[in-house]
């Protein structure tokens, strides 16, 4: 099953606005990674986090990540309708052997 | 990163065939999955490619109808056999490097007719 629940599952913003994703996963990981799918293609790797690290940031995305409440967040800032994809989380657990669980995915539509 | 280059892009199958599908790394990589992601759903991995080993599967897959071979540190197929309609996914492979991350292809539509 999957570790990994994101929410909300689906997000619809105005061009120019900031989006947030949130994730929670249920085990202790190694680290987090966001990815990017454009309509059913292959997955492109936006961000990796660490366990050790609480934020982190790459241009206009941040990602925040709380071992506590085992929740992370993803921020795209300034959306552009070519932001529009699904977004997933997933996470390297400790004792997967580098295998990642993935999170159920948002649908993000950016309208111009 | 590497760079996969994953085929076919896209097959329509009849049911009860067998579809082989490929992926080709640019560099020596220590590890390989494979995932399949159903229609409106996420990924879900089907097995972890082992080099010059027997792949080990997920619960709920089994090698006699998801094979895979990894004859190298680059190269890597999974067939999907005996297709049924509920096969019909997105196919998805990766290859990690621990220090530098995940890489993934860019996917095989799979249609089962």
């Known amino acids: 099953s999957q570790q990994g629940e994101e929410d909300p599952q689906a997000l619809s913003i105005q061009e120019g606005e900031n989006a947030t994703m949130n994730c929670s996963y249920k085990?202790?990981?190694?680290?987090l990674q966001w990815y990017r799918q454009n309509s059913g293609r292959g997955l492109v790797h936006l961000i990796l986090i660490r366990s050790n690290e609480r934020e982190k940031h790459s241009g206009r995305l941040r990602v925040t990540l709380d071992t506590s409440k085992k929740s992370s967040s993803l921020l795209i800032t300034a959306s552009r309708a070519a932001d529009t994809a699904s977004y997933f989380c997933a996470t390297d657990a400790v004792t997967s052997g580098s295998r990642l669980t993935f999170g159920e995915g948002t649908q993000l539509t950016v309208n111009p | 990163s590497a760079v996969i280059s994953q085929k076919p892009s896209r097959d329509i199958c009849q049911r009860g065939t067998s579809l082989t599908i490929q992926c080709q790394v640019d560099?020596?990589?220590?590890?390989m999955f494979w995932y399949r992601q159903q229609p409106g759903q996420s990924l879900t991995l089907i097995a972890t490619?082992?080099?010059?080993?027997?792949?080990?599967?997920e619960s709920g897959f089994v090698i006699d109808k998801f094979p895979i071979s990894r004859p190298n540190l680059t190269f890597s197929t999974l067939t999907v056999s005996n297709m049924s309609p509920e096969d019909s996914s997105i196919y998805l492979c990766?290859?990690?490097?621990?220090?530098?991350?995940?890489?993934f292809g860019s996917g095989t539509r799979l249609t089962v007719v």
């Open positions: 085990t202790s990981i190694n680290n």
């Open positions: 990766s290859a990690a490097e621990p220090q530098y991350g995940y890489t």
């Open positions: 490619a082992n080099q010059g080993s027997e792949a080990t599967y």
């Open positions: 560099s020596q990589v220590t590890m």
